[in-house]
Nanobody
Framework: QVQLEESGGGSVEAGGSLRLSCATA????????IAWFRQAPGKEREPVAL????????DYADSVKGRFTISQDSAKTTVYLQMNSLKPEDTGMYYC???????????????????WGQGTRVTVSS
């Protein structure tokens, strides 16, 4: 079992920044796919940022490329999502997710099972 706890959500105006944190008690994050998912109101949950097992390869949804950055601390127990140049369409619940031990992140973060955090809400006003 992997416990995940997100923090850092809030309300911000368009163009602003937020940094989300995902704290985990696991010390084996380097063997997992770590992902940030977003669920906008009325829409399905979608992956927006991936940290591949090994901790050096990242990938992003086209909608956030160049604006969001996923990273982890040196102890590999906290994963961050730095969100810059926020847009109203970035509004939603953001979830941290960690897979079981594997070598990849499925198909762009989909098609694999995750452990989930409770989520943190991000609201971007225009």
């Amino acid at each position: 079992q992997v416990q995940l706890e997100e923090s850092g959500g809030g309300s911000v105006e368009a163009g602003g920044s937020l940094r989300l944190s995902c704290a985990t008690a696991a010390y084996t994050n380097s063997r997992r796919c770590i992902a940030w998912f977003r669920q906008a109101p009325g829409k399905e949950r979608e992956p927006v940022a991936l940290l591949y097992p090994g901790g050096t390869i990242t990938d992003y949804a086209d909608s956030v490329k160049g604006r969001f950055t996923i990273s982890q601390d040196s102890a590999k127990t906290t994963v961050y999502l730095q969100m810059n140049s926020l847009k109203p369409e970035d509004t939603g619940m953001y979830y941290c997710a960690a897979s079981g031990y594997r070598d990849d992140c499925g198909v762009v973060g989909r098609g694999i099972e995750y452990y989930w955090g409770q989520g943190t809400r991000v609201t971007v006003s225009s």
